[in-house]
DNA sequence: ACTCCAATCTAACGTTGTTAGACTGGCCCT
DNA sequence: AGGGCCAGTCTAACAACGTTAGATTGGAGT
């Protein structure tokens, strides 16, 4: 029974949530779809290529999940939203997403829906575009960012060696950060992404 | 003559720029100073530790970048920009950072230029740290995405090339991207930087 | 002169991505 | 029915990687 690449970048990604990036490898991948590792290079010409796939096929859900019969904000709200939701969703998923830029299928259903609620919203394509990019790049920044703490701190450590580890490394330094420290570690990242995305479409409502 | 942490951490960056993040191992790191592999391992626990501390090292420009005797929102914009700045300088400077959380130095001292800034402009302490966290992950993520883009694209390819590209893998699919797509193409970078701080900015504004 | 230890070396291990080339099995054509 | 063909998989192996073990150097302190 041969392989084929739905299966193959399905199966990689289930993977990826057991065995994290860089357990990923070919023969573990080769493994798990019952073949030897040098099979894998008949459907895919090098891994570099594989990772750019799973990372398309990995934001496959968001364009279902937007709602888009409502207003152009809602759209973008809603679709900022599933973006980070899609990437968390997966281990690894933004770091194995940021690294590619690809022309995939999903990549491109995600920016013309961007696109077309900021059209609407009466923007010059130029500032549309601009804006897209934007708003897709804050998400990417920011689930880069959350997934790395999560999976830097919510191990074993518990909250008071982190702030332990802050002080230590502040050293009496750095008087607004260690004055906020209650705060960095009480961080809330459902709150504050809902924050940024009110900074970002409050500034957004000016005139393109 | 014993090689230490700086010069080694001094000399990696550099040969970053000569061969990018994935030429980077340590033989070849070696090689440069005039050293053996294994004798990186005095100085550094692992590779990974070794990036982490890059990753620091690299950073280092940006605090004495920006200016710090004019208003709140004119500090923050300027490290926004020596932020940018600085990660773009050095090939694969985005993507070596992005991989990491450390609290070093630099990391450190960025950090608390902004949140010092935020309180400043009346924020609360939560509402600050959010904002904080918001704008540096805004401008990580715009510089993966630029820096990608940049080294996938200004080699030798033409722009008409990348057009064919885009045309063939929309396949008459997404109508808002490709009635964008002179806007894509023509995207300049910087100016896209000072939308996406300009938009930040204009919702940061509102009480926290 | 002797000790000691920081810093480097050589040698090697297991793993990784990848390639070359041989095999298998089912479909098509006559 | 039989003979080719070729998509798809296999075995074997390569160079390069991060990393470890253990021997060796060389200079500072007593």
Known sequence: MAIDKQTVLRTALTLLDEVGSDGLTMRVLAKAL??????????????RDL???MADALIAPVAGMVNVTTEPDDVLWSLATALRATLL??????RVYAGTYVMGENVLAVADIALAALLCKGLTQQTAVDAMFNLVSYVLGFTIEEQGFRERW?????????????????????????QSLDAVL?????ARFERGLDAFFGGLSSPG
């Open 34 to 47: 019952n073949v030897q590792a040098p099979t894998l290079y008949w459907h895919f010409p090098s891994k």
């Open 51 to 53: 990772l750019d796939q």
């Open 89 to 94: 969703s997966r281990r690894d998923g933004a």
């Open 154 to 178: 919510s191990g074993e450590e518990s909250v008071e060696s982190v702030r332990e580890q802050f002080i230590s490394a502040m050293g009496g330094r750095f008087p607004a950060l260690s």
């Open 186 to 190: 009480a961080g809330d990242f459902d």
